[in-house]
């Protein structure tokens, strides 16, 4: 279990605090307007942004005193950080090792997990002869392949057309169970939450003003969750 009491980052323009629970082998939306919080509150949990006060735990264990390196962690961002130099095989490889001296057991895992996100036929090539949707699929095979027990994901598939993107999405789902991880996933698209996520947190103005299953988005409780899908009178009244 993933758990923030009250974790809060002060800044001039805003405050954020966030209190919020996440299982293995679920997904949490994080879904809410622009300038929200919700990619700080992924950088809190990665150890990139400075926390002020709270508690941060994964299995009863305080991820605080921890370097990012060091958290139990791993991140993809819509912009994956792929090396263009590098073959498909060793921008995987790198997530496991900077050197890209492998072990025996690494150099399985990088096969296993290719297979399983379906680039297994691509691992020669280099990820600009890759389409939008296969170079997502590589940044997810590296995530994967470090083996990390939380997965953060910061609007990864936005870029990509709706088929590619629930495709993409059933694939997370499905890792998501086999793997047992803690995902937590920002988008700006509720379908997408809709369609994969267990949990949804509503964020607004740093702090999570609604959470629930995905019935949350046919009943909003908050004028601002309605308004921020959209919600205009005539439904509100409907
Ligand atoms: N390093 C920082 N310095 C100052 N303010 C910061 C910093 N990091 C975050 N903030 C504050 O946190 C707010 C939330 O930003 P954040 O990028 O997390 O929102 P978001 O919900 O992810 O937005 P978007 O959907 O547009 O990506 C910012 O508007 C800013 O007030």
């Known amino acids: 279990m993933l758990q923030l009491i009250e974790l809060c980052a002060r800044y001039p323009e805003q405050e954020l605090c966030f209190t919020l629970s996440a ?19 992924l950088a809190m949990i990665g150890g990139f942004s400075a926390i002020d006060s709270g508690q941060l735990c994964h299995e009863n264990q305080s991820l ?112 998501t169970n086999q793997l047992q991880l803690t995902v937590l996933l920002v988008t700006h698209h509720p379908d997408e939450a809709a369609r994969v996520a267990d949990n949804i947190a509503f964020i607004h103005d740093g702090r999570i003003l609604e959470q629930g299953t995905k019935e949350l988005l046919a009943a909003p409780y908050t004028q601002e969750l309605k308004a921020y899908l959209g919600w205009g009178s005539c439904e509100e009244k409907a």
């Open 23 to 41: 299982k293995a082998g679920e997904i949490t939306a994080l879904i809410g307007p622009s300038g929200a919080g919700k990619s700080t509150l």
């Open 64 to 175: 605080l005193p921890l370097s990012p390196a060091h958290r139990p962690v791993t991140t993809l961002f819509q912009d994956n950080n792929l090396f263009w130099h590098m073959s498909v095989y060793q921008n995987i490889a790198i997530g496991l090792s900077p050197s890209l001296r492998l072990t025996t057991d690494q150099e399985a895992i990088i096969v296993q997990v290719a297979n399983h996100v379906g680039i297994s036929e691509l691992l020669e090539r280099k990820p600009s002869s890759l389409s939008g949707g296969q170079q997502q699929r590589v940044g997810l095979a590296r995530c994967l392949a470090r083996r990390q027990p939380i997965l953060l994901l910061d609007e990864p598939f936005s870029a990509l057309d709706p088929a590619l993107r629930f495709e993409l999405l059933d694939l997370l789902r499905s890792q």
